[in-house]
């Protein structure tokens, strides 16, 4: 139970965007913060405080981890962080009742005549 996605959901906005930025590479907190801005085309940026404050939360949940580096030119100084499997069922998780709610509003956006 304790593992269960379902009961990590609904996610912030600020960490479905950061978990998305991990979905596909591990990245140190700047380049996160990068991956948000692009993947919203700039509408959406994560700051450090919530940024880091959301990694550590991800991290204490088993959702996010740190890795050492990603290879020798890998900056030392910086922390990388990676998506976890159980982190990858959390955002499919997400993914999955975001959809349902997409759903769900387009039926109640449809005219009343349109939807009987």
Do not use: C, W
Not at 56 to 79: A, M, Q
Not at 87 to 105: M, N, P
């Amino acid at each position: 139970m304790k593992n269960d996605p379902q009961r990590r959901l609904p996610l912030s906005p600020a960490t479905l965007h950061i978990l998305l930025a991990l979905a596909n590479e591990d990245l140190h907190g700047y380049g996160i913060m990068q991956a948000v801005a692009r993947q919203s085309d700039g509408r959406y940026k994560v700051g450090p405080g919530t940024l880091y404050d959301s990694l550590e939360r991800l991290t204490t949940r088993g959702i996010v981890t740190e890795v050492d580096s990603r290879g020798p030119e890998v900056d030392s100084r910086r922390r990388y962080y990676r998506l976890t499997p159980f982190g990858r069922k959390v955002l499919a998780a997400e993914i999955d009742r975001l959809e349902a709610v997409i759903a769900r509003a387009k039926i109640e956006l449809q005219p009343t005549n349109a939807r009987r």
